[in-house]
């Protein structure tokens, strides 16, 4: 059974850092593009970053780029999201995905986590 877990949601401050995690089991994860998503109330989820299974390639949303950085630990089964300089607009829920291959897409990705809410307070 697959499960991605994401963890390391929280509230902070605008101006401060969060770092989630996401914790795969039931699939080797270096065999899988992973990506982030973000979802606030009352809007469609939004493509966030992905990274891909070949070289690391990355990918982000322009309203991140440069604050958010993506990596995963093959060896810890695990990708993360790094974000810094966290802004009140970056409150959602986040959502972690595997599938075959990157993209910006939701629809593509085949196993999704549970989410994890940040609220950026201004």
């Known amino acids: 059974q697959v499960q991605l877990v994401e963890s390391g949601g929280g509230s902070v401050q605008a101006g401060g850092s969060l770092r989630l995690s996401c914790a795969a089991s039931g699939l080797t994860l270096s065999s899988y593009a992973m990506g982030w998503f973000r979802q606030a109330p009352g809007n469609e989820r939004q493509f966030v970053a992905y990274i891909r299974k070949i070289a690391g390639v990355t990918r982000y949303a322009d309203s991140v780029k440069g604050r958010f950085t993506i990596s995963r630990d093959n060896a810890k089964n695990t990708v993360y999201l790094q974000m810094n300089s966290l802004k009140s607009e970056d409150t959602a829920i986040y959502y972690c995905?595997?599938?075959?291959?990157?993209?910006?897409?939701?629809?593509?990705?085949?196993?999704w986590g549970q989410g994890t809410q940040v609220t950026v307070s201004s």
């Open positions: 995905a595997a599938g075959g291959w990157a993209e910006v897409r939701s629809s593509v990705y085949n196993y």
